[in-house]
C-alpha cells in the first residue's frame, strides 16, 4: 500500500467502528477502500473481518451502561453468534466470493421493514398476548429469536455488511426492550461473530496484515466514538438512522 492507501485504510476503520457501534454496516466503508487497494475480495474480506474485531469489542465497552441485566441474554444470543459465525466463516472459503450478492439487499431490505414497523408489530404481538392470557414475552426472545440470529450471524461471518441492521430487526420482533439495550446486546454479538469468524480466518485464509492493523487501530477508535453518540440518540432518531444507512447500505449491495 501506498502512504495515501494506508491513509484510506485507516480513515475508513474509523469510519466503520462509529456506525457498526450504532447500527450496523461498516463494512460497506471498509470494504470497497480495500478493494480500491488491489485486494482481492476473499482477502479484503477476511482482512476486514480480522480488523473490526478490536471495534466490535470497544463499542461494546462503551455500551457497557446498557449492558446491565442482560448476562443470560448475551450468553444464549452468543452461543448462536458463535455457531453462526464459524458456519459463515467456511462457506466464504468454500463459496465463490459472489454467493451472496442477490440476496444480501432483500436480507437488509426486509429488516428495515422490520425496524420501520417494530413499534406496531409489538403493540400487536403484546395485545394478541393479552387476549391469549399471557402478557409477558420471552425474555430472551425464545427459540425463534435463537434460530433467527443463528441464521443472520452465518451471513454476518460470510461477509458482516448490515448484519447489525437485521440483528436488531430480529430482537426488536421478539425481545420487549428498549432500543438502546437491544444496540448493546447487538455490539457484542457482533464481536463474537467477528473474533470466531477470524479465528478460523488465520488458519484457512489469506489476509493483508497492514490493512488489518490500520482497520483494527481506526475501528477501536471509531468505536468509542460511535457509543459516545448512539447512547445519546432518541429511539425514534437512532431508529430513523437505522433505515437511512440500511437504504444506503441497499443501493451500495445492488450496484456493486
Same mark, same amino acid.
Given at each position: 500500500?501506498?502512504?495515501?492507501?494506508?491513509?484510506?485504510?485507516?480513515?475508513?476503520?474509523?469510519?466503520?467502528?462509529?456506525?457498526?457501534?450504532?447500527?450496523?454496516?461498516?463494512?460497506?466503508?471498509?470494504?470497497?477502500?480495500?478493494?480500491?487497494?488491489?485486494?482481492?475480495?476473499?482477502?479484503?474480506?477476511?482482512?476486514?473481518? !480480522?480488523?473490526?474485531?478490536?471495534?466490535? /469489542?470497544?463499542? =461494546?465497552?462503551?455500551? %457497557?451502561? +446498557?449492558?446491565? &441485566?442482560?448476562? @443470560?441474554?448475551?450468553?444464549?444470543?452468543?452461543?448462536?453468534?458463535?455457531?453462526?459465525?464459524?458456519?459463515?466463516?467456511?462457506?466464504?472459503?468454500?463459496?465463490?466470493?459472489?454467493?451472496?450478492?442477490?440476496?444480501?439487499?432483500?436480507?437488509?431490505?426486509?429488516?428495515?421493514? !422490520?425496524?420501520?414497523?417494530?413499534?406496531? /408489530?409489538?403493540? =400487536?404481538?403484546?395485545? %394478541?398476548? +393479552?387476549?391469549? &392470557?399471557?402478557? @409477558?414475552?420471552?425474555?430472551?426472545?425464545?427459540?425463534?429469536?435463537?434460530?433467527?440470529?443463528?441464521?443472520?450471524?452465518?451471513?454476518?461471518?460470510?461477509?458482516?455488511?448490515?448484519?447489525?441492521?437485521?440483528?436488531?430487526?430480529?430482537?426488536?420482533?421478539?425481545?420487549?426492550?428498549?432500543?438502546?439495550?437491544?444496540?448493546?446486546?447487538?455490539?457484542?454479538?457482533?464481536?463474537?461473530?467477528?473474533?470466531?469468524?477470524?479465528?478460523?480466518?488465520?488458519?484457512?485464509?489469506?489476509?493483508?496484515?497492514?490493512?488489518?492493523?490500520?482497520?483494527?487501530?481506526?475501528?477501536?477508535?471509531?468505536?468509542?466514538?460511535?457509543?459516545?453518540?448512539?447512547?445519546?440518540?432518541?429511539?425514534?432518531?437512532?431508529?430513523?438512522?437505522?433505515?437511512?444507512?440500511?437504504?444506503?447500505?441497499?443501493?451500495?449491495?445492488?450496484?456493486?
Amino acid at each position: 500500500m501506498t502512504y495515501w492507501e494506508m491513509l484510506a485504510v485507516f480513515a475508513a476503520g474509523i469510519g466503520a467502528g462509529t456506525i457498526n457501534t450504532i447500527v450496523g454496516s461498516g463494512t460497506l466503508i471498509t470494504f470497497p477502500v480495500l478493494l480500491a487497494t488491489g485486494l482481492p475480495p476473499v482477502t479484503a474480506t477476511v482482512s476486514n473481518a !480480522l480488523g473490526l474485531i478490536p471495534g466490535s /469489542i470497544s463499542g =461494546a465497552i462503551g455500551y %457497557r451502561a +446498557e449492558l446491565k &441485566g442482560q448476562r @443470560d441474554r448475551v450468553l444464549r444470543l452468543s452461543i448462536a453468534a458463535a455457531i453462526g459465525g464459524l458456519c459463515g466463516a467456511v462457506l466464504l472459503t468454500v463459496l465463490p466470493s459472489t454467493a451472496f450478492e442477490t440476496i444480501v439487499p432483500v436480507l437488509v431490505a426486509l429488516a428495515l421493514v !422490520l425496524v420501520v414497523f417494530q413499534p406496531r /408489530i409489538t403493540r =400487536a404481538v403484546q395485545a %394478541r398476548r +393479552e387476549r391469549d &392470557g399471557a402478557t @409477558d414475552a420471552p425474555r430472551h426472545g425464545g427459540p425463534l429469536l435463537f434460530t433467527g440470529m443463528l441464521l443472520a450471524s452465518v451471513y454476518g461471518g460470510y461477509f458482516t455488511a448490515a448484519q447489525g441492521i437485521i440483528y436488531l430487526s430480529l430482537m426488536g420482533m421478539l425481545i420487549d426492550d428498549s432500543l438502546q439495550r437491544l444496540n448493546a446486546t447487538k455490539n457484542i454479538l457482533a464481536a463474537v461473530v467477528n473474533t470466531i469468524a477470524a479465528l478460523f480466518f488465520v488458519f484457512a485464509a489469506d489476509f493483508d496484515w497492514t490493512a488489518v492493523a490500520l482497520i483494527a487501530v481506526g475501528s477501536t477508535i471509531g468505536g468509542q466514538l460511535g457509543a459516545r453518540v448512539g447512547r445519546r440518540l432518541p429511539a425514534k432518531v437512532l431508529r430513523a438512522l437505522i433505515v437511512a444507512i440500511g437504504s444506503a447500505a441497499i443501493i451500495q449491495l445492488a450496484v456493486r
